[in-house]
């Protein structure tokens, strides 16, 4: 099964149990898989192939679910990992061990405020992600879960991560193939679609988080919460003539960290977050995944020029 239908198949099955509510599971917690790569991280320190024993006594065993999250953990690769992992192992340690403190007020706030979001449909799965991810949605086994990398929070946010902004922002994608799927099931989207899933996702966060800083909703990145008035102009300006565009080039000149153009790397994060703003002052958050796609495109322009002019 593709990634389209697998989608298709997460947004339609809210559906169903909302018609037969007595066979609607209840949400369950995350899959922890991080108190099995503890014991297995401290039982292999004195190893003297310290991959070959990690490999046999954790990643071997949680094969499954890595494959289904995309990563393969080879030995090449994590003997690249593990000396980088091991100097920042106490924070990882810290964060993971708190980590369902966190996931608990998130689900509590987020379910209050979009309380058809069908958490069931949307597992979470907490892993060791090699620095691959912080945050990775991949669907697997007829679902869309959340692969989280607990090191890769650490990594790319640090120990003191705004999990509450993070978790929302991933949630919120989420729920949004749960009620809309168009944009959020295209392989292939055009930078328009991504312009409006990315921005109403960090909407949605800074929105459920009023405390946080604008660097925390737009996940860290702290060059990107500094551009001034110009630079959002010319962002505006030039992501016009490509909103419709499918070009992997495009959609990372916007939406990639690795970007090294001109304009500031995920500069359509900020965009986004500006017009969902604007958008969504006037509507509830769960009405802003509902738009219809003709109607987000034709909204995403408008605002674009009016932020392009000034």
Do not use: C
């Amino acid at each position: 099964m593709n990634r389209r239908d697998l989608l298709r198949l997460a947004a339609l099955s809210p559906l169903l149990a909302a018609a037969n509510p007595g066979t609607a599971a209840v949400p369950p917690g995350p899959v922890d898989l991080m108190p099995a790569f503890w014991s297995a991280y401290d039982g292999t320190r004195g190893a003297n192939d310290r991959v070959q024993a990690l490999t046999a006594a954790f990643f071997a065993p949680h094969a499954d679910i890595y494959a289904g999250a995309g990563l393969k953990p080879t030995p090449e690769r994590l003997a690249r990992w593990l000396p980088d992992f091991d100097s920042i192992a106490d924070q990882v340690r810290g964060l993971s061990d708190d980590f369902g403190r966190h996931y608990e007020r998130h689900t509590r706030h987020f379910q209050s405020e979009f309380p058809d979001f069908r958490r069931e449909q949307a597992p979470i799965y907490l892993m060791p992600s090699l620095f691959g991810f912080d945050g990775h949605l991949q669907p697997w086994k007829g679902q869309l879960p959340l692969f989280i990398g607990i090191d890769g929070i650490v990594r790319y946010h640090g120990a003191g991560a705004n999990l509450s902004v993070f978790l929302d922002h991933e949630s919120f994608h989420l729920y949004q193939a749960q009620v809309l799927p168009d944009l959020i099931m295209d392989d292939n989207p055009p930078v328009y679609g991504s312009l409006w899933t990315e921005g109403i996702a960090t909407y949605v966060s800074e929105r459920l988080n009023p405390e946080a800083s604008l660097v925390q909703v737009l996940l860290d990145d702290v060059k990107l919460a500094q551009v001034d008035e110009a630079t959002v102009r010319e962002l505006a300006a030039n992501l016009i003539p490509v909103l419709d565009s499918t070009a992997p080039e495009d959609s990372k000149r916007f939406f990639s960290a690795g970007h090294t153009g001109p304009e500031p790397a995920r500069g359509g994060y900020l965009i986004g977050l500006i017009i969902a703003r604007r958008i969504g002052s006037t509507l509830p958050p769960a009405q802003l995944p509902r738009i219809p796609t003709t109607t987000v495109r034709r909204l995403l322009e408008q605002h674009l020029t009016a932020l392009a002019s000034g």
